[in-house]
């Protein structure tokens, strides 16, 4: 019991409890075919059981870890799946490698959270922020192959040593971030703010948090340069995956996300009717207003999800400071800088995730409000739990 009540215990009994409640649901409501894992565990069991999130872009990382880099792939980091692939040798499964190496990065990250969030807002706070991360509908990812657990334990411990003054520590964390995630370079403006110097012989704390993460990219192009004789693989990789960079930078893709949301909106006010003759199937007329009312909800969830992280940015930058508010708008100035085509903010809700300072300020607004945040928990849980089940039956969920 003692081990629950610690940030990373707690954490990790409410991942493991949705881990395994998704596992039995997939036997309870067997699978499609469509959702047979290509990667697998050691038998059945655990196939169920460290497969139940193995959708999506684990397929991805967990290829990359099997056989290396291709084009299309090059959009994924190179350090997530460098270690997966590592454990694997040692755990003889990449698929258990990484969902056990993204629990445990996570486990950690609760841990450097509620060791932020207490230093900043206080104890009450610090343990709801790791409550809304637990609970967060796409935290099921934290039990995936999904390099999400890995950068936010990342970020978030490089953050922690920023905050208690070694510069050292926090860039070789940042470069590490970056290595895993681009969005590891928010950490670096970050950072600055807290290693400021007061005189001028403090300047050279800068260096480290400057030019580590700096390395971290250059590691990543290096090892695309290896691996596909192309050091900006990573960004040319974008065109497989309908992305482009916007020349107005963030600007353009919050553009593109307000006009593609509003483009097809009318599609959820003219969904067809699902009363008729038993046996008769949608219409190709019916099926195509469906898929345009699925991509107007996918649209507007994810802009609705833009608007509450601006917002709590600006909740962070009152509430817990400016280094907060600047790691938290760098993170969504690279979420929106390269859009997509049919969906300019996709996986936007997954991004807001891993932008920990939103999730601590989130948490200072429910600090005095029992109603509030009981609702708030509850909520989150229960779209958690639908979310879940959902994407392990391979429905893109974010």
Known sequence: MRVLRHPAGTFVAIRVAYLVGTALSLLWVLPSTS???????????????????????????????????????????????????ALGLVLGSHLVAGVLLSLAAAGAAAWALHAIARHAAGEAVARDSVLVLALYPTAFVFTSAYSEGVFLALATTSFLAGLRGRPWL????????VATRLAGLALVPALVVLFWPRARGQIAQLAPVVLLPLMGLASVALVFDR?????????????FWDRAASPLGPLGGIYEGVRETVRNVDG????????RAPGVPYSVTDTLELQQAQL??????DLLALALAIALTVVAYRRLGLSFALFSASALVIATSAPGAAIPLQSMVRFVMVDFPVLIAGATLLAGRPALRTGTLVTLGAVGAVAGAAFARKHWVA
């Open 296 to 301: 107007a909800l996918f649209n507007l969830v």
């Open 227 to 239: 691996a596909l004789g192309d050091s900006l693989a990573f960004s040319h990789a974008q065109r």
């Open 268 to 275: 959820l006010g003219s969904l067809p009717g699902r009363v």
């Open 170 to 177: 926090a860039g070789l964390l940042a470069g590490l971030a």
């Open 35 to 85: 959702v047979v894992l290509p990667h697998g565990a050691y038998d059945p069991v655990t196939d169920y059981l460290f497969g139940a999130f193995a959708q999506w872009d684990s397929d991805w990382y967990l290829d990359i870890a099997d056989d290396g880099y291709r084009e299309e792939s090059a959009a994924f980091f190179p350090l997530y799946p460098g270690v997966v692939r």
